[in-house]
């Protein structure tokens, strides 16, 4: 009994002492992202080795969109006019995208924003993990696209 109480306390422990989203955290999702992995609720890991289509994200003001994106051999993306409207909350330090497109309204709550690395977690407890995306070059000499 004792140690399932110790082991408790050191869960909450954990959990209390994660690290909440700031306002200047918030500032660093807007770019190009690639997912890396889907935690499940029951703990299963669906891993993406390589991406062929990235998410670029743009919020002004606590609106904005995203989109999808295909890295190009040259460093540049090729896009297209499909987009989801987002905006962006906050309550009692929650910071959370409210997505809208013609088709589907959802919510992912920000679970954690850096420079390098963004999750986010949807009403069905799925975490999603990405990685910040960065083009690919692949012209002779390092000479950059046009």
């Known amino acids: 009994m004792k140690n399932w109480i110790f082991y408790a306390l050191v869960c909450l422990s954990a959990l209390s002492c994660q690290k909440q989203v700031s306002a200047a955290d ?3 999702i807007n ?3 690639e997912i890396e992995k889907v935690v499940f609720p029951d703990g299963n890991k669906k891993e993406y080795t390589s991406s062929t289509v990235y998410d670029y994200i743009e919020i002004k003001n ?9 890295p190009q051999l040259d460093g540049t993306f090729l ?13 009692s330090g929650v910071y959370t995208l409210h997505y809208l497109t013609a088709y589907a309204k959802w919510d992912e709550e920000l679970m954690s924003v850096s420079d390098a690395q963004l999750i986010t977690r949807n009403n069905s407890k799925k975490e999603y993990h990405y990685k910040r995306a960065q ?5 002779p000499d390092g000479k950059k696209a046009q």
């Open 26 to 28: 918030v500032a660093k």
């Open 31 to 33: 770019g190009y992202w």
């Open 62 to 70: 606590d609106k904005g969109f995203r989109k999808k994106v295909t």
């Open 79 to 91: 896009v297209d006019d499909s987009s989801e409207q987002l905006s962006l909350t906050q309550k």
């Open 135 to 139: 083009p690919i070059n692949l012209l």
